[in-house]
């Protein structure tokens, strides 16, 4: 069974920094894509921070380049996600998600291309 555990999150005030942390397990493949997506209350899930085993080139979204960075033990299967300057439009529910990749694809972007889950770690920035 394939389990994706989360640590990290929490409140902290505009400006401020947070580290989010994910360990994989139950998978065996080398190659696969690992990251993080987040969704606030009444929007959908998007993308964050996504970066794969095969070429390790992440990717982040316009709104969190410069602040976020991924950072992944492949070979462990973790990742995190440090996370600076923090704003108030960060605020969501971060899940870390993975997903099998086969050799030479794309790093999937999409939350439909990933099968593996975590549980939810709420981040809240207050302004």
């Known amino acids: 069974e394939v389990q994706l555990v989360e640590s990290g999150g929490g409140l902290v005030q505009a400006g401020g920094s947070l580290r989010l942390s994910c360990a994989a397990s139950g998978f065996t493949s080398d190659d696969y894509a690992i990251g993080w997506f987040r969704q606030a209350p009444g929007k959908e899930r998007e993308a964050v921070s996504l970066?794969?085993?095969?070429?390790?080139?992440?990717y982040y979204r316009d709104s969190v380049k410069g602040r976020f960075t991924i950072s992944s033990d492949f070979a462990q299967r973790t990742v995190t996600l440090q996370m600076n300057s923090l704003k108030p439009e960060d605020t969501a529910v971060y899940y870390c998600a993975a997903a099998l990749m086969s050799a030479g694809s794309w790093l999937p972007i999409g939350s439909g291309q990933y099968d593996y889950w975590g549980q939810g770690t709420q981040v809240t920035v207050s302004s």
């Open positions: 970066i794969s085993s095969i070429d390790r080139r992440p």
